[in-house]
Protein backbone atom coordinates (compact mmCIF):
# COMPACT_ATOMS: atom_id res chain seq x y z
CA UNK A 1 0.00 0.00 0.00
CA UNK A 2 1.77 3.23 -0.87
CA UNK A 3 2.45 5.65 1.78
CA UNK A 4 1.18 8.52 -0.30
CA UNK A 5 0.00 11.47 2.07
CA UNK A 6 -3.31 12.89 0.63
CA UNK A 7 -2.66 16.62 -0.52
CA UNK A 8 -6.21 17.32 0.47
CA UNK A 9 -6.12 18.89 4.15
CA UNK A 10 -7.92 16.64 6.10
CA UNK A 11 -10.46 17.88 9.03
CA UNK A 12 -9.02 15.49 11.51
CA UNK A 13 -5.78 17.09 11.55
CA UNK A 14 -6.60 20.14 12.28
CA UNK A 15 -8.82 19.09 14.87
CA UNK A 16 -6.07 16.99 16.63
CA UNK A 17 -3.90 20.03 16.15
CA UNK A 18 -6.38 22.19 18.36
CA UNK A 19 -6.87 19.71 20.79
CA UNK A 20 -2.73 19.63 20.99
CA UNK A 21 -2.60 23.69 21.92
CA UNK A 22 -5.11 23.25 24.34
CA UNK A 23 -3.95 20.48 26.23
CA UNK A 24 -0.45 21.98 26.04
CA UNK A 25 -2.15 25.85 27.08
CA UNK A 26 -3.75 24.06 30.13
CA UNK A 27 -0.62 21.90 31.00
CA UNK A 28 0.66 25.39 32.43
CA UNK A 29 4.26 24.16 32.25
CA UNK A 30 4.86 26.34 29.25
CA UNK A 31 6.31 30.01 29.59
CA UNK A 32 4.20 32.99 28.15
CA UNK A 33 5.80 33.45 24.94
CA UNK A 34 5.25 29.62 24.41
CA UNK A 35 1.68 29.95 25.09
CA UNK A 36 1.19 32.67 22.75
CA UNK A 37 2.57 30.80 20.01
CA UNK A 38 0.74 27.87 21.10
CA UNK A 39 -2.57 29.82 21.41
CA UNK A 40 -2.04 30.95 18.06
CA UNK A 41 -1.32 27.61 16.42
CA UNK A 42 -4.23 26.61 18.13
CA UNK A 43 -6.33 28.94 17.06
CA UNK A 44 -5.42 28.64 13.62
CA UNK A 45 -6.30 25.53 13.02
CA UNK A 46 -9.33 26.35 14.76
CA UNK A 47 -9.89 28.66 11.57
CA UNK A 48 -8.84 25.92 9.12
CA UNK A 49 -11.26 23.08 10.54
CA UNK A 50 -14.04 26.22 10.53
CA UNK A 51 -13.16 26.65 6.67
CA UNK A 52 -13.35 23.52 5.72
CA UNK A 53 -16.70 23.29 6.69
CA UNK A 54 -18.00 26.88 5.65
CA UNK A 55 -16.01 25.57 1.85
CA UNK A 56 -17.79 22.15 1.79
CA UNK A 57 -20.18 21.32 -1.20
CA UNK A 58 -23.54 20.91 -0.58
CA UNK A 59 -24.62 19.13 -3.52
CA UNK A 60 -26.11 16.11 -4.19
CA UNK A 61 -25.43 15.09 -7.91
CA UNK A 62 -26.72 11.70 -10.05
CA UNK A 63 -23.66 10.51 -12.59
CA UNK A 64 -24.35 9.50 -15.68
CA UNK A 65 -22.32 7.64 -17.69
CA UNK A 66 -21.04 9.13 -20.82
CA UNK A 67 -20.51 7.90 -23.95
CA UNK A 68 -16.46 8.03 -24.12
CA UNK A 69 -16.81 6.16 -20.54
CA UNK A 70 -16.37 9.59 -18.24
CA UNK A 71 -19.01 10.28 -15.74
CA UNK A 72 -21.24 13.79 -16.24
CA UNK A 73 -23.25 14.84 -12.67
CA UNK A 74 -26.58 16.83 -12.85
CA UNK A 75 -28.65 17.60 -9.94
CA UNK A 76 -30.64 14.97 -8.00
CA UNK A 77 -33.54 15.82 -6.87
CA UNK A 78 -34.65 13.65 -3.48
CA UNK A 79 -38.11 15.42 -1.93
CA UNK A 80 -37.42 16.78 1.87
CA UNK A 81 -38.71 14.89 4.69
CA UNK A 82 -41.57 16.32 6.58
CA UNK A 83 -40.57 19.47 9.23
CA UNK A 84 -40.58 18.03 12.43
CA UNK A 85 -42.33 19.24 14.80
CA UNK A 86 -40.36 21.85 16.78
CA UNK A 87 -39.79 20.70 20.72
CA UNK A 88 -39.61 23.69 22.28
CA UNK A 89 -42.80 25.31 23.58
CA UNK A 90 -41.45 28.56 23.99
CA UNK B 1 -29.11 -70.50 -33.48
CA UNK B 2 -31.18 -68.20 -31.69
CA UNK B 3 -34.55 -68.55 -31.90
CA UNK B 4 -36.40 -65.39 -32.39
CA UNK B 5 -39.04 -65.39 -30.13
CA UNK B 6 -40.59 -62.11 -30.28
CA UNK B 7 -43.63 -62.68 -28.34
CA UNK B 8 -44.37 -64.43 -24.85
CA UNK B 9 -46.06 -67.66 -26.14
CA UNK B 10 -45.72 -70.34 -23.36
CA UNK B 11 -44.92 -72.96 -25.54
CA UNK B 12 -42.00 -74.19 -23.60
CA UNK B 13 -38.90 -72.78 -22.96
CA UNK B 14 -38.91 -68.98 -24.00
CA UNK B 15 -34.73 -68.24 -25.25
CA UNK B 16 -34.52 -64.98 -25.27
CA UNK B 17 -31.00 -63.03 -26.48
CA UNK B 18 -29.30 -61.36 -24.17
CA UNK B 19 -29.42 -58.08 -26.26
CA UNK B 20 -33.58 -58.26 -26.27
CA UNK B 21 -33.74 -59.34 -22.68
CA UNK B 22 -31.68 -55.80 -22.17
CA UNK B 23 -34.06 -54.20 -24.74
CA UNK B 24 -37.10 -55.74 -22.58
CA UNK B 25 -35.53 -54.28 -19.39
CA UNK B 26 -35.24 -51.03 -21.05
CA UNK B 27 -38.72 -50.98 -21.91
CA UNK B 28 -40.14 -51.70 -18.70
CA UNK B 29 -38.02 -49.41 -16.80
CA UNK B 30 -38.57 -46.54 -19.15
CA UNK B 31 -42.04 -46.90 -19.60
CA UNK B 32 -42.81 -47.40 -16.04
CA UNK B 33 -40.49 -45.02 -14.21
CA UNK B 34 -40.22 -41.60 -16.14
CA UNK B 35 -38.66 -38.91 -14.56
CA UNK B 36 -38.46 -39.21 -11.13
CA UNK B 37 -37.11 -37.18 -8.05
CA UNK B 38 -34.71 -39.18 -6.08
CA UNK B 39 -33.47 -38.38 -2.33
CA UNK B 40 -30.13 -39.32 -1.33
CA UNK B 41 -26.47 -38.85 -0.87
CA UNK B 42 -23.83 -38.37 -3.20
CA UNK B 43 -20.59 -40.37 -3.12
CA UNK B 44 -18.09 -41.44 -6.09
CA UNK B 45 -18.34 -37.81 -7.39
CA UNK B 46 -15.90 -37.96 -10.35
CA UNK B 47 -15.71 -35.00 -12.98
CA UNK B 48 -15.10 -36.37 -16.22
CA UNK B 49 -12.48 -34.34 -18.39
CA UNK B 50 -15.10 -34.47 -20.89
CA UNK B 51 -17.11 -32.34 -18.34
CA UNK B 52 -19.66 -34.74 -17.59
CA UNK B 53 -19.99 -35.06 -14.11
CA UNK B 54 -20.60 -39.35 -12.64
CA UNK B 55 -21.30 -40.05 -9.27
CA UNK B 56 -23.41 -42.62 -7.54
CA UNK B 57 -26.70 -41.71 -5.55
CA UNK B 58 -27.13 -43.76 -2.57
CA UNK B 59 -29.03 -44.95 0.74
CA UNK B 60 -29.16 -47.11 3.31
CA UNK B 61 -30.55 -49.56 0.56
CA UNK B 62 -29.26 -49.33 -2.14
CA UNK B 63 -27.62 -46.85 -4.87
CA UNK B 64 -28.02 -45.86 -8.28
CA UNK B 65 -25.19 -44.42 -10.90
CA UNK B 66 -25.87 -41.01 -11.88
CA UNK B 67 -24.71 -39.12 -15.09
CA UNK B 68 -24.86 -35.10 -15.64
CA UNK B 69 -24.18 -33.60 -18.67
CA UNK B 70 -21.55 -30.75 -19.12
CA UNK B 71 -23.98 -28.27 -19.55
CA UNK B 72 -26.29 -29.21 -17.00
CA UNK B 73 -24.02 -29.52 -14.62
CA UNK B 74 -22.12 -25.42 -15.42
CA UNK B 75 -25.70 -24.16 -14.78
CA UNK B 76 -25.63 -25.87 -11.02
CA UNK B 77 -26.17 -23.09 -8.82
CA UNK B 78 -23.83 -25.08 -5.94
CA UNK B 79 -20.58 -27.35 -6.00
CA UNK B 80 -21.77 -30.78 -5.37
CA UNK B 81 -19.62 -32.56 -2.36
CA UNK B 82 -18.94 -36.23 -1.70
CA UNK B 83 -21.91 -36.67 1.27
CA UNK B 84 -24.21 -34.32 0.55
CA UNK B 85 -27.76 -34.87 0.79
CA UNK B 86 -29.52 -34.11 -2.75
CA UNK B 87 -32.48 -34.47 -4.42
CA UNK B 88 -31.91 -35.09 -7.82
CA UNK B 89 -34.15 -35.02 -10.35
CA UNK B 90 -33.85 -37.14 -13.86
CA UNK B 91 -34.75 -40.09 -16.07
CA UNK B 92 -33.86 -43.65 -16.07
CA UNK B 93 -31.77 -44.84 -18.85
CA UNK B 94 -30.66 -48.28 -19.29
CA UNK B 95 -27.51 -48.26 -21.53
CA UNK B 96 -27.85 -51.76 -23.27
CA UNK B 97 -24.53 -52.67 -24.48
CA UNK B 98 -23.28 -52.45 -21.48
CA UNK B 99 -26.53 -53.93 -19.39
CA UNK B 100 -26.07 -50.87 -17.20
CA UNK B 101 -29.23 -48.38 -15.97
CA UNK B 102 -28.21 -45.06 -14.79
CA UNK B 103 -30.32 -42.43 -13.69
CA UNK B 104 -29.50 -39.12 -16.25
CA UNK B 105 -30.13 -36.21 -14.03
CA UNK B 106 -30.97 -32.76 -14.87
CA UNK B 107 -31.24 -30.55 -12.18
CA UNK B 108 -29.72 -31.31 -8.43
CA UNK B 109 -30.47 -29.64 -5.50
CA UNK B 110 -29.23 -29.67 -2.06
CA UNK B 111 -31.40 -31.46 0.83
CA UNK B 112 -32.47 -29.50 3.79
CA UNK B 113 -30.36 -26.15 2.73
CA UNK B 114 -31.35 -24.05 0.05
CA UNK B 115 -29.05 -24.36 -3.19
CA UNK B 116 -28.27 -20.41 -2.84
CA UNK B 117 -27.76 -20.85 0.97
CA UNK B 118 -24.71 -23.67 0.26
CA UNK B 119 -23.72 -21.74 -2.40
CA UNK B 120 -23.56 -18.39 0.14
CA UNK B 121 -21.50 -20.42 2.42
CA UNK B 122 -18.90 -22.28 -0.33
CA UNK B 123 -18.19 -18.80 -1.84
CA UNK B 124 -17.91 -17.04 1.48
CA UNK B 125 -15.47 -19.96 3.38
CA UNK B 126 -13.29 -19.73 -0.37
CA UNK B 127 -12.88 -15.53 0.07
CA UNK B 128 -12.19 -15.99 3.74
CA UNK B 129 -9.47 -18.24 3.19
CA UNK B 130 -7.62 -16.48 0.53
CA UNK B 131 -7.77 -13.46 3.24
CA UNK B 132 -10.43 -11.14 1.46
CA UNK B 133 -12.27 -10.39 4.67
CA UNK B 134 -9.26 -9.83 6.90
CA UNK B 135 -10.07 -6.78 9.47
CA UNK B 136 -6.35 -5.95 8.95
CA UNK B 137 -7.21 -4.85 5.18
CA UNK B 138 -9.89 -3.08 6.49
CA UNK B 139 -9.44 0.55 5.99
CA UNK B 140 -11.01 3.51 8.42
CA UNK B 141 -13.61 5.73 7.30
CA UNK B 142 -12.85 9.33 7.31
CA UNK B 143 -13.96 11.36 9.82
CA UNK B 144 -15.38 14.57 7.88
CA UNK B 145 -15.84 12.79 4.18
CA UNK B 146 -15.85 16.21 2.03
CA UNK B 147 -17.03 13.78 -0.85
CA UNK B 148 -19.27 10.85 -0.87
CA UNK B 149 -20.71 8.28 -3.82
CA UNK B 150 -23.59 6.09 -3.42
CA UNK B 151 -23.74 2.98 -5.28
CA UNK B 152 -27.45 1.79 -5.28
CA UNK B 153 -30.85 2.34 -7.31
CA UNK B 154 -31.63 5.91 -8.21
CA UNK B 155 -35.28 4.92 -7.48
CA UNK B 156 -36.77 3.37 -4.53
CA UNK B 157 -36.95 4.26 -0.81
CA UNK B 158 -32.79 3.28 0.29
CA UNK B 159 -30.87 5.93 -1.97
CA UNK B 160 -34.00 8.76 -0.91
CA UNK B 161 -33.27 7.61 2.68
CA UNK B 162 -29.69 7.44 2.40
CA UNK B 163 -29.40 10.93 1.28
CA UNK B 164 -32.21 12.69 3.74
CA UNK B 165 -29.98 11.05 6.93
CA UNK B 166 -26.76 12.61 5.31
CA UNK B 167 -28.83 15.92 4.21
CA UNK B 168 -29.81 16.06 7.80
CA UNK B 169 -26.86 14.99 9.65
CA UNK B 170 -24.02 16.49 7.73
CA UNK B 171 -25.32 18.97 4.90
CA UNK B 172 -21.50 19.84 4.12
CA UNK B 173 -20.53 16.65 1.72
CA UNK B 174 -20.82 16.47 -1.41
CA UNK B 175 -23.05 13.45 -2.48
CA UNK B 176 -22.49 11.52 -5.46
CA UNK B 177 -24.91 8.82 -6.46
CA UNK B 178 -23.41 6.30 -9.48
CA UNK B 179 -26.78 4.46 -10.30
CA UNK B 180 -26.88 0.90 -10.76
CA UNK B 181 -28.97 -2.35 -10.95
CA UNK B 182 -29.14 -3.81 -7.50
CA UNK B 183 -30.74 -7.18 -8.97
CA UNK B 184 -31.16 -9.59 -11.11
CA UNK B 185 -29.10 -10.84 -14.26
CA UNK B 186 -25.90 -8.50 -14.74
CA UNK B 187 -26.54 -6.92 -11.40
CA UNK B 188 -23.57 -7.78 -9.88
CA UNK B 189 -21.00 -7.03 -12.80
CA UNK B 190 -23.10 -3.14 -12.99
CA UNK B 191 -22.41 -2.80 -9.22
CA UNK B 192 -18.68 -4.21 -9.18
CA UNK B 193 -17.99 -1.78 -12.42
CA UNK B 194 -19.48 0.96 -10.64
CA UNK B 195 -16.76 0.32 -7.92
CA UNK B 196 -13.96 0.55 -10.34
CA UNK B 197 -15.14 3.26 -11.85
CA UNK B 198 -15.71 5.60 -9.37
CA UNK B 199 -12.04 4.95 -7.64
CA UNK B 200 -10.97 6.17 -11.83
CA UNK B 201 -13.06 8.99 -12.64
CA UNK B 202 -12.80 10.69 -9.14
CA UNK B 203 -9.76 10.59 -6.95
CA UNK B 204 -10.83 13.07 -4.33
CA UNK B 205 -13.69 10.50 -3.54
CA UNK B 206 -13.65 9.94 0.27
CA UNK B 207 -15.89 7.50 0.81
CA UNK B 208 -18.40 4.87 -1.07
CA UNK B 209 -21.67 3.50 0.29
CA UNK B 210 -22.61 0.10 -1.48
CA UNK B 211 -25.99 -0.99 -1.20
CA UNK B 212 -30.12 -1.93 -1.14
CA UNK B 213 -33.12 -1.61 0.54
CA UNK B 214 -34.56 -5.26 1.57
CA UNK B 215 -35.71 -7.65 -0.01
CA UNK B 216 -35.54 -12.08 -0.01
CA UNK B 217 -32.27 -13.56 -0.49
CA UNK B 218 -32.74 -13.81 -4.29
CA UNK B 219 -33.08 -10.14 -4.18
CA UNK B 220 -29.90 -9.22 -2.62
CA UNK B 221 -28.10 -12.19 -4.58
CA UNK B 222 -25.80 -9.57 -6.44
CA UNK B 223 -24.36 -8.63 -3.11
CA UNK B 224 -23.12 -12.38 -2.92
CA UNK B 225 -21.48 -12.76 -5.73
CA UNK B 226 -17.43 -12.95 -5.83
CA UNK B 227 -17.12 -9.99 -8.40
CA UNK B 228 -18.62 -7.26 -6.31
CA UNK B 229 -16.65 -9.30 -3.12
CA UNK B 230 -13.16 -8.51 -4.88
CA UNK B 231 -14.25 -4.70 -6.73
CA UNK B 232 -14.81 -3.78 -2.86
CA UNK B 233 -11.40 -5.24 -1.82
CA UNK B 234 -9.74 -3.79 -4.96
CA UNK B 235 -11.46 -0.22 -4.12
CA UNK B 236 -8.63 2.26 -2.92
CA UNK B 237 -11.59 4.14 -1.36
CA UNK B 238 -12.98 2.71 2.15
CA UNK B 239 -16.68 1.19 1.24
CA UNK B 240 -19.16 0.73 3.34
CA UNK B 241 -21.91 -1.89 3.11
CA UNK B 242 -25.31 -1.09 3.23
CA UNK B 243 -27.49 -3.98 2.02
CA UNK B 244 -31.11 -4.45 3.52
CA UNK B 245 -32.22 -5.40 6.73
CA UNK B 246 -30.95 -5.50 10.08
CA UNK B 247 -30.90 -9.42 9.57
CA UNK B 248 -29.41 -9.77 5.84
CA UNK B 249 -25.98 -10.50 6.16
CA UNK B 250 -24.23 -10.38 2.19
CA UNK B 251 -20.93 -11.38 1.15
CA UNK B 252 -20.28 -7.68 0.56
CA UNK B 253 -20.71 -7.09 4.13
CA UNK B 254 -18.18 -9.74 4.81
CA UNK B 255 -15.74 -7.50 2.00
CA UNK B 256 -16.48 -4.29 3.32
CA UNK B 257 -14.36 -2.30 4.97
CA UNK B 258 -17.53 -1.17 7.26
CA UNK B 259 -20.74 -3.32 7.63
CA UNK B 260 -23.71 -1.19 8.08
CA UNK B 261 -27.31 -2.64 9.08
CA UNK B 262 -28.93 -0.62 6.65
CA UNK B 263 -29.30 1.97 3.76
CA UNK B 264 -29.67 4.61 6.73
CA UNK B 265 -27.23 2.91 9.24
CA UNK B 266 -24.94 3.49 6.53
CA UNK B 267 -24.95 7.04 6.03
CA UNK B 268 -24.95 7.27 9.68
CA UNK B 269 -21.51 5.66 9.68
CA UNK B 270 -20.18 7.69 6.66
CA UNK B 271 -20.74 11.60 7.87
CA UNK B 272 -20.12 13.09 11.59
CA UNK B 273 -22.96 14.71 13.16
CA UNK B 274 -22.38 18.71 12.20
CA UNK B 275 -24.17 19.97 15.41
CA UNK B 276 -21.19 18.24 17.60
CA UNK B 277 -18.65 19.52 15.61
CA UNK B 278 -19.69 23.04 15.89
CA UNK B 279 -19.59 22.40 19.82
CA UNK B 280 -16.44 20.80 19.99
CA UNK B 281 -15.16 23.36 18.13
CA UNK B 282 -16.57 26.30 20.21
CA UNK B 283 -15.45 24.22 23.01
CA UNK B 284 -11.93 24.41 22.43
CA UNK B 285 -11.54 27.69 21.42
CA UNK B 286 -13.00 28.46 25.13
CA UNK B 287 -10.63 26.27 26.25
CA UNK B 288 -7.86 28.03 24.55
CA UNK B 289 -8.66 31.07 25.24
CA UNK B 290 -9.12 30.33 29.10
CA UNK B 291 -5.99 28.98 29.40
CA UNK B 292 -4.29 31.83 27.54
CA UNK B 293 -5.46 34.14 29.93
CA UNK B 294 -4.70 32.00 32.57
CA UNK B 295 -1.15 32.07 31.41
CA UNK B 296 -1.32 35.63 30.95
CA UNK B 297 -2.62 36.41 34.56
CA UNK B 298 0.27 34.06 36.39
CA UNK B 299 3.16 35.55 34.65
CA UNK B 300 1.58 39.43 35.76
CA UNK B 301 1.33 38.34 39.38
CA UNK B 302 4.99 37.31 39.25
CA UNK B 303 6.48 39.93 37.91
CA UNK B 304 4.36 42.10 40.55
CA UNK B 305 6.05 40.55 43.17
CA UNK B 306 9.18 40.89 41.71
CA UNK B 307 8.52 44.80 41.36
CA UNK B 308 7.16 45.00 45.30
CA UNK B 309 11.02 45.44 46.42
CA UNK B 310 10.83 41.92 47.73
CA UNK B 311 14.80 41.61 46.21
CA UNK B 312 15.61 44.96 47.09
CA UNK B 313 15.23 44.41 50.46
CA UNK B 314 18.05 41.52 50.08
CA UNK B 315 20.71 43.99 48.16
CA UNK B 316 20.28 46.93 51.55
CA UNK B 317 21.47 44.44 53.43
CA UNK B 318 24.50 43.78 51.70
CA UNK B 319 26.82 46.90 52.78
CA UNK B 320 25.87 46.05 56.38
CA UNK B 321 26.78 42.80 56.61
CA UNK B 322 30.03 43.64 54.08
CA UNK B 323 31.33 46.05 56.98
CA UNK B 324 30.94 42.95 59.61
CA UNK B 325 32.57 40.51 57.40
CA UNK B 326 35.73 43.23 57.04
CA UNK B 327 35.74 44.13 60.99
CA UNK B 328 36.27 40.71 61.91
CA UNK B 329 38.90 39.73 59.30
CA UNK B 330 40.52 42.78 60.30
CA UNK B 331 40.52 41.95 63.73
CA UNK B 332 41.95 38.69 63.09
CA UNK B 333 44.55 40.21 61.05
CA UNK B 334 45.02 42.78 63.54
CA UNK B 335 46.42 40.00 65.61
CA UNK B 336 48.64 38.55 63.50
CA UNK B 337 49.16 42.40 61.95
CA UNK B 338 50.50 43.36 65.42
CA UNK B 339 53.23 41.05 65.37
CA UNK B 340 54.58 40.90 61.66
CA UNK B 341 53.13 43.11 59.90
CA UNK B 342 52.61 46.91 61.43
CA UNK B 343 52.78 48.14 57.77
CA UNK B 344 50.34 46.05 56.35
CA UNK B 345 48.06 47.11 59.14
CA UNK B 346 48.20 50.02 58.48
CA UNK B 347 46.97 49.54 55.21
CA UNK B 348 44.60 47.14 56.11
CA UNK B 349 43.13 50.19 58.20
CA UNK B 350 43.33 52.81 55.43
CA UNK B 351 41.34 49.89 53.43
CA UNK B 352 38.74 49.56 55.71
CA UNK B 353 38.70 53.26 56.30
CA UNK B 354 38.05 53.96 52.97
CA UNK B 355 35.82 50.51 52.69
CA UNK B 356 33.49 51.95 55.19
CA UNK B 357 33.29 55.48 53.22
CA UNK B 358 32.96 53.97 49.88
CA UNK B 359 29.90 51.19 51.36
CA UNK B 360 27.22 53.45 51.26
CA UNK B 361 27.72 55.18 47.98
CA UNK B 362 28.34 51.29 46.47
CA UNK B 363 24.98 50.45 48.64
CA UNK B 364 23.40 53.44 47.08
CA UNK B 365 24.53 52.63 43.66
CA UNK B 366 23.69 48.51 44.19
CA UNK B 367 20.25 49.78 45.10
CA UNK B 368 19.33 52.47 42.29
CA UNK B 369 20.61 49.60 40.06
CA UNK B 370 18.09 47.18 41.23
CA UNK B 371 15.24 49.56 41.49
CA UNK B 372 16.49 50.24 37.82
CA UNK B 373 16.66 46.57 36.92
CA UNK B 374 12.94 45.99 38.75
CA UNK B 375 11.48 49.18 36.27
CA UNK B 376 13.32 47.41 33.24
CA UNK B 377 11.42 43.76 34.28
CA UNK B 378 8.21 46.02 35.03
CA UNK B 379 8.12 47.85 32.08
CA UNK B 380 9.07 44.39 29.50
CA UNK B 381 6.50 42.50 31.19
CA UNK B 382 4.00 45.01 31.00
CA UNK B 383 4.85 45.25 27.48
CA UNK B 384 4.92 41.73 26.66
CA UNK B 385 1.30 41.28 28.88
CA UNK B 386 0.47 44.06 26.17
CA UNK B 387 1.30 42.76 23.09
CA UNK B 388 -0.02 39.39 24.56
CA UNK B 389 -3.10 41.04 25.32
CA UNK B 390 -3.64 42.62 22.23
CA UNK B 391 -3.06 39.61 20.03
CA UNK B 392 -5.70 37.90 22.24
CA UNK B 393 -7.59 40.91 21.15
CA UNK B 394 -7.12 41.11 17.54
CA UNK B 395 -7.56 37.15 17.55
CA UNK B 396 -10.35 37.81 19.21
CA UNK B 397 -11.49 39.93 16.63
CA UNK B 398 -10.36 38.07 13.87
CA UNK B 399 -12.24 35.07 15.52
CA UNK B 400 -15.20 36.88 15.93
CA UNK B 401 -15.64 37.62 11.90
CA UNK B 402 -15.62 34.47 11.06
CA UNK B 403 -17.37 31.71 11.11
CA UNK B 404 -18.68 31.14 14.60
CA UNK B 405 -20.98 33.65 14.53
CA UNK B 406 -21.94 33.07 10.78
CA UNK B 407 -23.49 29.71 12.34
CA UNK B 408 -24.69 31.54 15.49
CA UNK B 409 -26.36 34.08 13.02
CA UNK B 410 -28.12 30.87 11.42
CA UNK B 411 -30.12 30.57 15.36
CA UNK B 412 -27.36 28.49 17.20
CA UNK B 413 -26.19 29.80 20.47
CA UNK B 414 -23.91 28.86 22.81
CA UNK B 415 -25.17 28.80 26.67
CA UNK B 416 -22.64 28.59 29.72
CA UNK B 417 -24.02 29.05 33.11
CA UNK B 418 -22.54 31.91 34.69
CA UNK B 419 -20.89 30.63 37.95
CA UNK B 420 -18.80 28.07 36.50
CA UNK B 421 -18.49 29.35 32.87
CA UNK B 422 -19.33 26.19 31.80
CA UNK B 423 -20.84 25.33 28.48
CA UNK B 424 -24.16 23.65 28.58
CA UNK B 425 -24.48 20.28 26.63
CA UNK B 426 -27.85 18.84 28.52
CA UNK B 427 -30.86 20.50 30.35
CA UNK B 428 -29.34 18.59 33.06
CA UNK B 429 -26.81 20.71 33.50
CA UNK B 430 -28.56 23.92 35.00
CA UNK B 431 -31.20 24.20 37.88
CA UNK B 432 -34.06 26.62 39.10
CA UNK B 433 -31.83 29.62 39.95
CA UNK B 434 -28.89 29.20 37.71
CA UNK B 435 -27.81 32.40 35.73
CA UNK B 436 -27.00 31.65 32.20
CA UNK B 437 -25.63 33.42 29.73
CA UNK B 438 -26.06 32.57 26.29
CA UNK B 439 -23.78 34.02 23.58
CA UNK B 440 -26.05 34.51 20.16
CA UNK B 441 -24.85 36.41 16.91
CA UNK B 442 -24.81 39.96 18.50
CA UNK B 443 -24.23 39.80 21.86
CA UNK B 444 -24.80 38.16 24.91
CA UNK B 445 -28.23 36.94 27.47
CA UNK B 446 -28.04 36.89 30.91
CA UNK B 447 -30.83 35.13 32.06
CA UNK B 448 -32.16 32.64 35.02
CA UNK B 449 -33.54 29.14 34.89
CA UNK B 450 -37.10 29.46 36.24
CA UNK B 451 -37.83 25.70 36.19
CA UNK B 452 -36.34 22.09 36.07
CA UNK B 453 -35.10 20.92 32.65
CA UNK B 454 -37.59 19.48 31.00
CA UNK B 455 -36.66 17.16 28.40
CA UNK B 456 -39.30 15.70 25.37
Same mark, same amino acid.
Request: charged share 30%.
Given at each position: ?????????????????? $??????????????????????????????????? $????????????????????????????????????? | ????????????????????????????????????? @???????????????????????????????? =?????? +???????????????????????????????????????????????? =????????????????? *??????????????????????????????? @?????? #?????????????????????????????????????????? +???????? *?????????????????????????????????????????????????? %??????????? =????????????????????????????????? %??????????????????????????????????????????????????????? %???????? +??????? %???????????????? +???? #?????????????????????????????????????????????
Amino acid at each position: MSDKTPRKEKFEDHLRQV $EEAVKALEGGKLGLEESIERYETGIKALRQCYQIL $EQAEKKIQLLVKEKDGSLAAKDFDVPAAEEKPRKKTE | MALAAESLQPSGREILSVGELTRRIKRSIEDGVREVW @VAGEISNLRPASSGHLYFTLKDEESQVPCAMW =KGTAGR +LRFRPEDGMEVVAFGRVDVYVPYGKYQLIVEDLEPRGVGSLQLRFEQL =KERLRKEGLFDPARKRP *VPFLPRKLALVTSPTGAAVQDMIRTIRTRCP @VVHVLV #YPVRVQGEGAAEEIAAAIGHLNLAVPDLDVLIVGRGGGSIED +LWAFNEEV *VARAIRASRVPVVSAVGHETDTTIADFAADVRALTPTDGAVRAVPKLDDL %LLALADRELQL =KRSLAARAELSRSVLDGLAGGRALGRLEELPAR %LGERLDDLASRLGAWASQAARPLRGRLELLRASLHADLPRMAEGARQRSRHLAEI %LASHASRA +LEAARSR %LREADARLGALSPLAI +LSRG #YSITERESTGEILRQSRQAGPGDRLITRLSDGTLLSRVEEPPATP
